[in-house]
């Protein structure tokens, strides 16, 4: 009895998860009645409800309230929820706010969605606050989504996956690194790093590791991003990369978590991305919504730098 009733949440778990895949293929499609569907999730905290439609290549969104929509609120939703679904060529979206019987808007706004951002999950902006599962059954009720609006999807085989790690770089984006190329990661302060002078500004400098001299970058400096501004006493992350026995410390703003993801999915970065972090991709995986950066690539990289140097 406890089997059958172990499987049947298994089925109705691994249902869900299907169900929200293809939600998610239909709003990154541009489907308007699955986008409206989706902030209407996240609108409801205020009782505001959104229709979407397309005209002349545009996304326009009206926004309907008892009350005058809250601007700051309905513009930071529809933004962010936009942002993560990244639908291809939409670039700008006309947003309308309406109180009911008024063919006047009470506001209007332009949302330009062009984005530092590399990576953004979904699923979290659903989740925030509320249930995944919840949003799953709710946006994919009759008012969310009709039969003919459901796609069908075939069971691939399963595939040996690659653990990576998690991690934040740069306010808004995230990306991983092959958790085989990882020795340790650490917590130190700013001040427990021995700065080297005449030394490029990627790198921060010397750390007591074990008893070995370990060099930490500032791997934002390293890759294009703006760098990290730290003070004496903060706690920095360092991950500490090694391959063939080389080490190299590569600081970031936060490790997040492990994921397990198919090595066969990551897709070329070429022309995705700007020319300095190019070179230090392994590829994009587009399921996560993450770039995967290659460790050697670091290594090379940082080691030429001093090389330079001295």
């Known amino acids: 009895m406890t089997n059958a009733r172990s499987e049947s949440v298994s089925q109705g778990e691994a249902s869900a998860t299907s169900q929200q895949e293809r939600i998610v293929k239909l709003a990154q499609a541009g489907n308007p009645k699955v986008i409206a569907a989706l902030l209407n999730h996240k609108l409801k905290a205020q009782a505001i409800t959104a229709q979407v439609r397309w005209q002349n290549q545009v996304l326009r969104v009206a926004l309907e309230s008892s009350q005058v929509p809250d601007r700051n609120f309905s513009l930071d939703i529809i933004e962010r929820g936009l942002k993560r679904l ?7 979206v006309d947003v309308s706010a309406y109180v009911p019987h008024s063919e006047t808007a009470c506001w209007q706004e332009v949302i330009q969605l062009k984005s530092a951002s590399l990576a953004i999950d979904l699923a979290a902006w659903l989740e925030s606050g509320t ?13 969310g989504l009709t ?7 075939t069971p691939s085989p399963t595939e040996p996956e690659q653990k990576y790690l998690c991690f934040q770089m740069g306010l808004e984006n995230t990306a ?12 130190l302060q700013a001040s427990q790093i021995l700065s080297v002078p005449d030394m490029p500004e990627t790198v921060l400098g010397i750390y007591n590791w074990r008893g070995e001299m370990l060099w930490l970058i500032d791997l934002n400096h390293l890759l294009g991003i703006e760098g990290l501004a730290t003070a004496p006493l903060e706690l920095l992350t360092a991950i500490v990369l090694e391959i063939d026995h080389q080490r190299l410390g590569i600081v970031v703003q936060q490790v997040e978590e492990i994921e ?27 399921e996560a919504r993450s770039i995967v950066l290659n460790p050697q690539a670091i290594l090379t990289a940082s080691t030429q730098q001093n090389a330079r140097v001295f």
Do not use: C, W
Not at 132 to 140: F, M, R, T
């Open 86 to 92: 990244n639908i291809q060529g939409l670039d700008q």
């Open 131 to 143: 249930s995944l599962s919840d949003a799953v059954i709710e946006v994919a009720s009759p008012t």
């Open 147 to 153: 039969q003919r609006d459901h796609l069908t999807s």
């Open 176 to 187: 991983m690194l092959p958790v085989e190329s990882i020795q340790e990661i650490l917590r």
């Open 260 to 286: 397990s993801h198919n090595p066969k999915q990551l897709q070329s970065p070429s022309g995705l991305f700007s020319p300095q972090l190019e070179p230090f991709i392994e590829g994009y995986l587009r």
